[in-house]
C-alpha cells in the first residue's frame, strides 16, 4: 500500500473517529434546532449512577434533583451547584422561604438551605415515603408515608404538629383511625393537596379524604376497588383523579361525585388542568382531553409508551415522557412533535424561559427547548401544581 493511500485511509479514519465522538459527547448538544421551532436536548447532567426522582425549580432558575444518594442543585446551563449527600432524598419541595425539603424511601425526611446545608432531619418514621409532602398554610409541611400514614411538620419542627395513621389491627392508639392496609406494598402513591381554603386532600388507596389544616377529618369517599392516584385541583375546588381500574374522576369539594369516565388503562400520574378548565390526561399509549363536565372532547392514540403524566405550558402544548423520549401535543389533541432522547420516567417540568426539564434515562437530568413557553397559569398545570412541587392551588408561581 503507497504512503499517500495509507495517509487518506488514516485521514478518513480519524474523521470517523471523531465524528463519533461528537455524536457520543454527553455534553455536546445544540439549540439550533430548538431556535429553528423544533425541540433540541441542550444539555444533560449525569449524576454518577445515582437515580434521579423528581425535579424542582426554585424562583431564581436553579433546578434542585432529588437522587438515591443526594439532592443536587443545577444551574440553568446544566452545571452542578452543589450536592448536599442524602440518602434516597428523592422528592424535592421547595418552601416559601427557598428551604428544599426532601423525603425518603426509608422513612426520612430533610431540610436544606438554598445554599446545601442539611438543617433539618428530625428522623421521624420508620416506613418509608414515595410521594413529597404538600405544603400548606405558614408552611406546614404534610406527609404521606407508603402506607397512608398523614404526618403534619411545621417547618424545622422536631415533631409532628399532628399525626393521623392507618389502623393496626389488635393494636390501641387513639391516631390509629384511617382505614387501609398498614402493608407497605406501594399502594399508597398519591401525595397531599391543599385547597384554596386551606384544607387538605388526600388520595388514600380506595379512599379520598378530606381533612382540615388542624388534622380533623370532614368528609371521606370510598372511590374504587383499586388504587388511587394523585389529584389535581380546579378553580372552583373540583378535584380530579385517576385509578389503577381505568377511571378517572371530579369529586365537588363536599365529597360529592359529579362524574366518572372511562379510560382504556390505569392512569399515568396526574390529571393537568387548562385555563377554561379542561382536563387532561393519558394513560401508556392514550392521551385525553375532556370537557369540565367530564364528557370527552377528544382522544388521541400513540405507539409511544407514556410514563408519566401530562404537563401544559402556557401556549396550550402537553409534554408527557415516554420510554423513547418526550412527546408533545397541541391542545387539539394532535401531535406537535415527539422526540428521541432517553427514557423520560417523571413527570416534565418547564422552566421560566420554556425550558422543559425532566429525570431522563434514570441517572441524568435533561434540559429540552422547543421555543416553547413556560408553564401555564391554570389551577393545576403539572402534578403537585407548580414549579416548586408544593401541591398547592393557591401557590403564585
Known sequence: MTLSRKLLIGGVAALLIGALVLVLRPHAKGESAATAGGPAEVWEYFSD???????????????????????????????????????TAR???????????ASSSWG?????????????????????FSVPPAIGEGGVL?????????YAFS?????????????????????????????????????????????????????LHEFSSEGHQAWILEMTSGHLGPAALGKNGTIYLGDDEHKVFAVDRSGEKLWEFDADESIEGSPVIDTDGNIYFNTSRVVYGLKP????KWQTQTIHNFRTGPTLAADGTIYIGAVD??????????????????????????????????????????????????LM????????????????VSTIF
Not at 426554585?58 to 449527600?85: C, E, F, H, M
Not at 421560566?352 to 434540559?367: K, L, N, P, R
Open 155 to 207: 417547618p424545622h419542627g422536631s415533631a409532628p404538629i399532628w399525626s393521623l395513621s392507618t389502623v393496626r389491627p389488635n393494636t390501641m392508639n387513639p391516631t390509629y383511625i384511617l382505614p387501609g392496609n398498614d402493608r407497605a406494598d406501594g399502594s399508597m402513591r398519591a401525595a397531599a393537596v391543599v385547597e384554596n381554603n386551606g384544607m387538605i386532600v388526600v388520595p388514600r388507596s380506595h379512599w
Open 325 to 374: 423520549g418526550m412527546n408533545a401535543f397541541n391542545n387539539d389533541g394532535s401531535e406537535k412533535w415527539w422526540f428521541h432522547m432517553k427514557m423520560v420516567g417523571s413527570a416534565p417540568t418547564i422552566g421560566s424561559d420554556g425550558t422543559i426539564y425532566a429525570e431522563c434515562g434514570i441517572f441524568w437530568v435533561c434540559a429540552v427547548k422547543d421555543g416553547g413557553s413556560p
Open 91 to 101: 422528592l424535592p419541595v421547595i418552601g416559601r422561604d427557598g428551604s428544599i425539603f
Open 49 to 87: 449512577h445515582s437515580a434521579i426522582g423528581d425535579l424542582a425549580i426554585g424562583a431564581d432558575g436553579t433546578i434542585y434533583a432529588g437522587s438515591q444518594a443526594a439532592v443536587l442543585a443545577l444551574n440553568p446551563d446544566g452545571s452542578l451547584r452543589w450536592k448536599s449527600p442524602a440518602n
Open 377 to 392: 397559569q391554570s389551577s393545576w398545570p403539572k402534578q403537585q401544581h407548580d414549579p416548586a412541587n408544593t401541591g398547592n
Open 108 to 128: 426520612l425526611i430533610f431540610g436544606f438551605s438554598s445554599e446545601g446545608a442539611m438543617d433539618w432531619k428530625p428522623g421521624y418514621g420508620l416506613i418509608g
Open 293 to 296: 363536565d367530564g364528557s370527552l
Open 142 to 150: 404534610y406527609y404521606v408515608n407508603t402506607v397512608g400514614d398523614i
